[in-house]
């Protein structure tokens, strides 16, 4: 079977460590036919050694940085032993240093998109996953999708019987995530571009207000096809998806917080088609404003 090594150098995240530790050593345990998972954490910058004759390698999150040369070294001489690799949240960063994600299909924590595609835009960026398994490569999004890979990670190993019965031990969710759900919509309004600036101000306080790209242009003191340039060149968005994307997040806080209608809520964020309204919340969050209520709303007193 090999041994699992977790690589746990600068700035790991102990949690995640010592919970996915915890959660195979549980697995485990749970086998009848013995078959223990041998686990290892590992320091990358000062433990390398040779990873061929390993199960699987898995890459913590922590600080973002390339792996040191002669790890990136043991990784690759690891991958053409056909050893399983694989990451969980901002490791998939380091993971990436050694080009072996080029070309494939890859997830990480949805905050940071952006700066993993600048950083490695060979590779197939997917951050709406929480899990994404191309049988010899795995990578996990969130802090908390180490449970989604150590799930991944006992069915690999030890079979889908021991990895349900240690789901419904841990209160783990074996059934597909997405981070759609998770994500929330930053603004950023320190890009220099102060007319661009204002009309965002502008959105945010009126979203329930009609706004055409030509009112946004005249607020901005700009031609259409200047302010449709400068604003891209801000946000990294158009203006319409901009929009789109701040009543989503105001409804979600909406549907967390209030018990108000969901046409209710629709109208207050600017959409009078609810079924608009639903389609566009389900196709940025991945399911429909009422699930995500159900799942989400905190209990009103």
């Not at 069915?155 to 209160?171: C, K, S, V, Y």
Request: net charge neutral.
């Amino acid at each position: 079977m090999g041994d699992i090594l977790l690589l746990a150098g600068t700035g790991t995240r102990l949690s995640v460590q010592h919970g996915l530790l915890d959660f195979l050593e549980t697995a485990s345990g749970m086998d009848a036919a013995s078959r223990r998972l041998r686990i290892r954490v590992v320091d990358p910058e000062n433990d390398v050694n040779d990873w061929t004759n390993t199960g699987a390698i898995i890459v913590l999150p922590g600080d973002d940085f390339p792996l040191p040369d002669a790890a990136q070294d043991a990784l690759r001489a690891a991958a053409c032993s056909s050893v399983l690799l694989g990451s969980v949240c901002v490791g998939t960063f380091r993971l990436a240093s050694t080009g072996l994600l080029d070309g494939r299909r890859a997830t990480t924590h949805w905050s940071a998109e952006a700066r993993f595609r600048t950083a490695f835009p060979k590779v197939y960026l997917d951050p709406t996953q929480t899990l994404i398994d191309e049988v010899d490569l795995i990578t996990a999004g969130g802090l908390m999708a180490w449970v989604d890979l150590g799930l991944a990670l006992v069915r690999r190993f030890l079979g889908p019987e021991i990895m349900h019965e240690t789901a419904r031990f841990m209160l783990a969710d074996p059934g597909a995530r997405d981070q759609r759900a998770y994500a929330s919509f930053r603004t950023d309004l320190n890009h220099g571009d102060a007319p661009v600036r204002a009309v965002q101000e502008g959105l945010q306080r009126n979203l329930a207000t009609p706004h055409s790209i030509i009112n946004m242009a005249a607020d901005a003191g700009l031609t259409r096809r200047t302010f449709l340039r400068r604003f891209k060149s801000a946000t990294g968005l158009t203006p319409t998806t901009y929009l789109q994307k701040l009543r989503v997040e105001q409804a979600r806080r909406l549907l967390e917080q209030e018990s108000m209608p969901v046409e209710e809520i629709a109208w207050s964020v600017g959409y009078g088609d609810t079924g608009a309204f639903r389609a566009v919340f389900l196709r940025e969050i991945g399911e429909t404003p009422s699930a995500y209520r159900r799942r989400c709303q905190r209990r009103i007193e």
